[in-house]
């Protein structure tokens, strides 16, 4: 009991400390570790190609594995917190982060690469869900920790767009493992100054980390995970079918299993709260009808019109102003009015910036695009930080690891179904285009795989017949992404009216909580 009360007497004094503002400054910087790292492997694919030679199932396995594992692991990883202490998991993890980005940037082959992917996802599973739990335990006044969620989910957004920019300047004067390498200082920061400025804190009464509810948890969501992407590039097989049916048969059995033991890893009682429910389900759908214009976007941007990555990087930025912006003022904004009116009016915001992509042509002026990614930015702002609040807000501090989880999990799920649906929607209209006659069938074979393999393809052709090749292609890429965004639109309006329902009378608190 000495040590209960210790604990609480330090969370209570980091609480109405001045210095809870500067170890926040010390999350935000593990945000930053984890968003900028998960944008700066596209760039790097080109190069790491060239100087590696994986072959084509080596490189999806590249892109892939570190999402596959932190997807399986974030679960198990938020409950783990709560057990030996949040502090202690992100210290350790963003030392383990910044050790594997080395053998990341240093990787000799494929089969190293795929390695050093993987234990990245291990390590970065760590992070995201102790930033929030922490944040949970160390703002005790809902006001505070509502801006304390927005100024987290502003740096994560920020990351999101600066590391393509600090990604392709790296890229365009040192080599590919530059982009990796950035880890190492804000690691180094995160660390010696959290082991100084960071409180501790954990479930007193977590009871033992059940290793089985643990192999459940990652074997049934990399399985679905891995299904759903496969489908979107290779359509359904008997492979899918087997990694669908084990990933469905395993999250049956770990949700059984989590209802009868007296400590799970996931207590299945948070869903009977509608608020956290609504929230997780909207941040789901929100990320699914988002992860279409976020995965296709760059290569509008680089290979129908023509902008270097840089140049790519910097017309994406609008989006994570708006959502500065919005996100360190959405707390207020929420009580003042509602939080079913912020979330539901942030999800419409981002359905009519996705409507008006629809209108997107190969010559589109950047005004119309940087207005869309400007509303897509200031709608998700509102709706991610007050939908994080209400997650955070809707369950004992004690669980704040797990409840973080969940709700990092909804954001993957919700990605790899995006990408998987939505992708199948612009692929499937992009492999319908006609080559032009005459074009031999290896090279119209190669352009039919990719916009990336036209490219590449019409460099083999005479200028003429490549140009229109080229041409035809782009043309097919961007009707598949015009409707892939109406799709979007479509999902993100009936998300703002489901969010509007199960959102009904939810409030964020304004008296300190203890």
């Known amino acids: 009991m000495?040590?209960?009360?210790?604990?609480?007497?330090?969370?209570?004094?980091?609480?109405?400390?001045?210095?809870?503002?500067?170890?926040?400054?010390?999350?935000?910087?593990?945000?930053?570790?984890?968003?900028?790292?998960?944008?700066?492997?596209g760039l790097a694919t080109p190069f790491l190609s060239e100087?590696?030679?994986?072959?084509?199932?080596?490189?999806?396995?590249?892109?892939?594995?570190?999402?596959?594992?932190?997807?399986?692991?974030?679960?198990?990883?938020?409950?783990?917190?709560?057990?030996?202490?949040?502090?202690?998991?992100?210290?350790?993890?963003?030392?383990?982060?910044?050790?594997?980005?080395?053998?990341?940037?240093y990787a000799?082959?494929?089969?190293?690469?795929?390695?050093?992917?993987?234990?990245?996802?291990?390590?970065?599973?760590?992070?995201?869900?102790?930033t929030l739990a922490l944040i949970r335990n160390i703002f005790h006044d809902?006001?505070?920790?509502?801006?304390?969620?927005?100024?987290?989910?502003?740096?994560?957004?920020?990351?999101?767009?600066?590391?393509?920019?600090?990604?392709?300047?790296?890229?365009?004067?040192?080599?590919?493992?530059?982009?990796?390498?950035?880890?190492?200082?804000?690691?180094?920061?995160?660390?010696?100054?959290?082991?100084?400025?960071?409180?501790?804190?954990?479930?007193?009464?977590?009871?033992?980390?059940?290793?089985?509810?643990?192999?459940?948890?990652?074997?049934?969501?990399?399985s679905v995970v891995y299904a759903v992407k496969e489908v979107a590039t290779s359509g359904l097989s008997w492979e899918v079918a087997?990694?669908?049916?084990?990933?469905?048969?395993?999250?049956?059995?770990?949700?059984?299993?989590?209802?009868?033991?007296?400590?799970?890893?996931?207590?299945?009682?948070?869903?009977?709260?509608?608020?956290?429910?609504g929230a997780v389900l909207a941040d789901l759908l929100t990320v699914f009808g988002l992860s279409g214009l976020v995965f296709f976007l760059s290569q509008f941007l680089q290979l129908v019109q023509g902008r270097s990555p840089l140049e790519a990087g910097l017309a994406e930025l609008p989006a994570a102003v708006g959502a500065v912006v919005t996100g360190l003022i959405a707390g207020v904004v929420a009580r003042r009015y509602s939080v079913r009116s912020v979330v539901s009016g942030g999800l419409a915001a981002i359905a009519l910036a996705l409507g008006t992509l629809t209108m997107l042509g190969q010559h589109t002026g950047y005004p119309l695009m940087g207005a869309a990614l400007l509303a897509v930015g200031l709608g998700a702002g509102f709706s991610f930080t007050v939908t994080a609040d209400?997650?955070?807000?809707?369950?004992?501090?004690?669980?704040?690891?797990?409840?973080?989880?969940?709700?990092?999990?909804?954001?993957?799920l919700g990605a790899a179904l995006g990408i998987a649906l939505l992708g199948s929607i612009v692929t499937g209209v992009y492999a319908g285009f006609r080559v032009p006659a005459g074009t031999p069938a290896d090279i119209a074979g190669a352009a039919h795989e990719s916009?990336?393999?036209?490219?590449?393809?019409?460099?083999?052709?005479?200028?003429?017949?490549?140009?229109?090749?080229?041409?035809?292609?782009?043309?097919?890429?961007?009707?598949?992404?015009?409707?892939?965004?109406?799709?979007?639109?479509?999902?993100?309006?009936a998300t703002a009216v489901a969010a509007w329902f199960l959102l009904r009378g939810q409030k964020l608190a304004d008296g300190v909580s203890h």
């Open 2 to 41: 000495t040590g209960t009360t210790s604990l609480r007497a330090a969370e209570r004094t980091a609480a109405k400390s001045p210095g809870r503002w500067i170890a926040l400054s010390v999350l935000v910087l593990a945000v930053l570790l984890v968003a900028v790292d998960a944008t700066v492997l």
């Open 51 to 105: 100087d590696l030679k994986p072959s084509g199932t080596q490189l999806l396995w590249i892109g892939d594995v570190y999402s596959f594992v932190i997807a399986g692991l974030l679960v198990s990883m938020g409950s783990l917190g709560d057990r030996i202490g949040r502090k202690k998991l992100l210290l350790l993890g963003a030392t383990a982060f910044g050790a594997v980005s080395v053998l990341n940037a």
């Open 108 to 130: 000799t082959s494929p089969e190293m690469m795929i390695l050093a992917r993987a234990l990245l996802g291990v390590a970065g599973a760590t992070l995201m869900p102790s």
């Open 142 to 222: 809902p006001r505070e920790r509502s801006l304390a969620i927005g100024i987290w989910g502003a740096t994560a957004s920020a990351g999101a767009a600066v590391g393509p920019v600090v990604g392709g300047f790296l890229l365009e004067h040192f080599w590919w493992g530059s982009v990796f390498l950035i880890n190492l200082p804000v690691m180094a920061v995160l660390v010696l100054v959290g082991v100084r400025l960071l409180p501790e804190s954990k479930n007193p009464v977590a009871g033992p980390w059940d290793l089985l509810s643990v192999a459940l948890s990652l074997v049934g969501v990399v």
């Open 242 to 277: 087997v990694a669908a049916t084990l990933g469905a048969g395993t999250l049956y059995a770990f949700i059984r299993r989590q209802l009868t033991l007296p400590s799970p890893l996931l207590d299945m009682r948070l869903f009977r709260h509608r608020g956290f429910s």
């Open 390 to 412: 209400v997650i955070l807000s809707s369950v004992p501090k004690e669980q704040a690891g797990s409840a973080s989880a969940v709700s990092e999990t909804a954001y993957e």
């Open 451 to 493: 916009l990336g393999g036209a490219v590449e393809a019409s460099r083999a052709l005479p200028s003429e017949g490549g140009a229109e090749l080229l041409g035809a292609a782009q043309d097919a890429f961007v009707e598949g992404l015009r409707l892939a965004s109406g799709v979007g639109a479509a999902v993100l309006l």
